[in-house]
Structures are given as structure tokens and as C-alpha cells.
């Protein structure tokens, strides 16, 4: 049974940092895509970044260069590093499987400004 778990959320105030886990069983993360999703109040559920099974990565736009997505496949879990985070970030991260189409249950990021 696949299971995603995030963790890291928070409350920071604009220009702060944070960085989001999703801790990974059932399945390894180092065989497939993974990503991260965002969803703000009242919004649809957004793609925020990705990672191949290769290590390759890919970013939204609005967020190239102050999000990185990174894998520790030891930990079997994949990171999302925010920094210069902003008002606008603020929402619900998902965790997910591309693979199989799993999902994590989310974890509250609020930026204050």
C-alpha cells in the first residue's frame, strides 16, 4: 500500500523560507516522477514542481528560482526548499505519486505579509 506523507508546513512571514518533506512507502521514490502540487483557498489544485525518475527537474514559472524539488532516495523522500516565499504562496502542498497517481494529504503553508 502506497502511502505519502508531508510534513513542514507552516506559518512564515513574507521573504521567509521553509522547506516541505514528503516521506515516501510502499513504493520507491527513485523509480518514478514525483511532484508537488499547490492549492490556494478557493483554487484549483496547481502543479508546482517535478522530479524524473532521472533527477530531473522542473518548476512552475512563477516560482523558478525560489523553489527546489530534490529527492534523498536513502530517506526515500522528496523535498520542496521555498525561499522569498510570498503572500501569494500560501495554500495546501500535495505530495504525488505520478506513477500510480497517489497523493500525500497535504500540508498548510500560510505566508503572512
Known amino acids: 500500500q502506497v502511502q505519502l506523507v508531508e510534513s513542514g508546513g507552516g506559518l512564515v512571514q513574507a521573504g521567509g523560507s521553509l522547506r516541505l518533506s514528503c516521506v515516501a512507502s510502499?513504493?520507491?521514490?527513485?523509480?518514478?516522477?514525483m511532484a508537488w502540487y499547490r492549492q490556494a483557498p478557493g483554487q484549483q489544485r496547481d502543479w508546482v514542481a517535478t522530479?524524473?525518475?532521472?533527477?530531473?527537474?522542473n518548476c512552475a514559472d512563477s516560482m523558478k528560482g525560489r523553489f527546489t524539488i530534490s529527492r534523498d532516495n536513502a530517506k526515500n523522500t522528496v523535498y520542496l526548499q521555498m525561499i522569498s516565499l510570498k503572500p501569494e504562496d500560501t495554500g495546501v502542498y500535495y505530495c504525488?505519486?505520478?506513477?500510480?497517481?497517489?497523493w500525500g494529504q497535504g500540508t498548510q503553508v500560510t505566508v503572512s505579509s
Open positions: 522530479i524524473t525518475s532521472g533527477g530531473s527537474t
Open positions: 510502499g513504493m520507491s521514490i527513485s523509480r518514478y516522477p
Open positions: 504525488r505519486s505520478i506513477f500510480g497517481n497517489y
